[in-house]
């Protein structure tokens, strides 16, 4: 039976409770992170009941349904630098952007953008460059849009690209101090746990700090979800 010092036990804690974050925040690093939030997409005139068939909306002296108006905001909410990233906006069949117009943040010092108008439904961006933080808000004018169906694709070597919500999304730096500092907690409730007589007085010393490790372990790989 292999006999675990409290003095043992005490360094391989604190050495683990480093080391998982240290390798977490290394794995994080080495991916690029781009989120998307559609935060508008509302007809801009609603008409109900038999008032459908009595007004006619026209635009360029064209009749036309399904105004509406869409608003996407595309952030690097990552640690690392996106160089040269496309990405599409891409609407239903049958829907035509009439207007289009974005801004960034911040208006100086973001890399340019570069636009380009696949199809009637489908423009492609190209940044050469967005810092952790900057983000580039796009605002469309759209007709003969019913459904409302719009769909941003982006796609690149390490890239991350998901949807986020701008009202609850917390920076990278506030997300890895909060889970520093449950990492430590997590480790102090293990070393909490070796110094009870339950632990002292087990014939299996070894095996119950494996098992607290791994459960630990699990914790830690199931939070860093939401910061990689």
């Not at 360029?60 to 996106?82: A, E, F, H, P, Y």
């Not at 906006?89 to 207007?99: C, H, P, R, S, T």
């Not at 967005?130 to 390490?158: D, F, H, M, S, W």
């Not at 339950?198 to 199931?222: D, H, P, R, T, Y």
């Amino acid at each position: 039976m292999i006999d675990v010092s409290n003095q043992w036990v005490g360094y391989g804690i604190a050495f683990l409770t480093g080391l998982i974050p240290l390798l977490i925040y290394l794995l994080s690093t080495r991916r690029k992170v781009l989120g998307y939030s559609i935060i508008r997409n509302d007809s801009i005139i609603k008409i109900r009941g038999d008032l459908d068939e009595r007004i006619a909306i026209t635009f360029d002296g064209k009749r036309v349904s399904g105004l509406r108006s869409i608003r996407v905001l595309i952030q690097n909410i990552g640690t690392r630098d996106i160089e040269h990233q496309p990405f599409d906006l891409k609407l239903a069949d049958g829907v035509e952007i009439v207007g289009e117009n974005h801004t960034t943040e911040p208006a100086l010092g973001f890399g340019e953008v570069k636009l380009e108008k696949c199809a009637s439904n489908h423009l492609r961006y190209q940044v050469v460059l967005i810092n952790p933080g900057n983000q580039i808000e796009i605002k469309l004018l759209t007709i003969n849009n019913e459904t409302g169906t719009c769909n941003v694709q982006a796609r690149g070597p390490n890239l991350k690209f998901k949807k986020f919500d701008p009202d609850t999304f917390i920076s990278p730096p506030i997300n890895w101090l909060v889970f520093a500092v449950s990492v430590v907690l997590g480790g102090l409730v293990i070393w909490g746990y070796t110094q009870s007589s339950e632990f002292q007085n087990s014939s299996n010393k070894l095996g119950n700090v494996i098992a607290a490790f791994i459960i630990f372990g699990v914790g830690s790989a199931m939070m860093s979800r939401f910061i990689i």
